[in-house]
């Protein structure tokens, strides 16, 4: 299935593909959290949705839960990527400075996926020199770059959004948010400011990151937020 990053995408996060019916009101893809799932091979090859799908297979150092050898996580990604209605598949930027993690991307590319290059920060958000350099890099070795940091005062969330303006002015592809309540409303704001893809579980319950709005809430404020009022 095709995905294109050149507008806002938003990206129902969960670990049951069973739950694209109930996101196709509010949402673009799907984001499966292969890490999470309990048999992912067989749900990607048994779904029939509608929505392309961004397969992510975090972890553990990232903040996920897949364990055991690296090659393995990566190998699952890049069969995951063989499969019709995946678009994207989620890389870490750790592993892309890695033979691995070069050669899942060069075979996710291979069959038309594209490779979104991720950093998480769990704890804090770095110094602005640091948020640059890492966007960019990870935008320059993926399609799309992604920074996830975490928020403790609002300077923090500013930050972010003054580092996502400017990377969308020098074209680079990205995708931006704050986690934590500091740095909640970034999830909804940085789509202004640049940021591609937002991610959001359809029921709030089942949020994968602190701070996620559930579908419909970010659909809404993001689109109520963009929107160009009449002159």
Do not use: C
Request: proline share 4%; net charge negative.
């Amino acid at each position: 299935m095709d995905l294109s990053f050149d507008s806002f995408v938003l990206a129902a996060s969960t670990a049951d593909l069973g739950d694209e019916p109930a996101a196709r009101a509010d949402a673009d893809a799907i984001e499966f959290r292969m890490d999470l799932a309990d048999d992912p091979r067989s749900a990607l090859d048994d779904y029939d949705g509608d929505l392309p799908i961004i397969a992510t297979n975090r972890a553990e150092w990232e903040g996920g839960e897949a364990d055991g050898d690296e090659i393995d996580r990566l190998d699952a990604l890049v069969a995951a990527a063989e499969t019709d209605a995946v678009a994207a598949v989620d890389i870490e930027l750790e592993s892309l400075h890695k033979a691995a993690g070069v050669d899942a991307a060069t075979r996710a590319r291979a069959v038309d996926v594209d490779v979104i290059a991720s950093v998480h920060d769990f704890e804090r958000t770095p110094a602005r020199s640091e948020l640059t350099r890492l966007l960019h890099e990870a935008a320059t070795l993926g399609d799309v770059g992604k920074l996830a940091v975490t928020a403790q005062t609002d300077a923090d969330a500013l930050r972010l959004l003054d580092v996502t303006r400017a990377a969308t002015e020098w074209d680079d592809t990205v995708a931006t948010m704050a986690m934590g309540e500091a740095g909640r409303h970034t999830r909804a704001v940085a789509p202004v400011y640049g940021s591609k893809i937002g991610y959001a579980p359809v029921d709030p319950e089942d949020a994968t990151a602190p701070g996620q709005y559930d579908a419909a809430t970010l659909r809404t404020l993001v689109g109520d937020l963009s929107s160009k009022p009449d002159v």
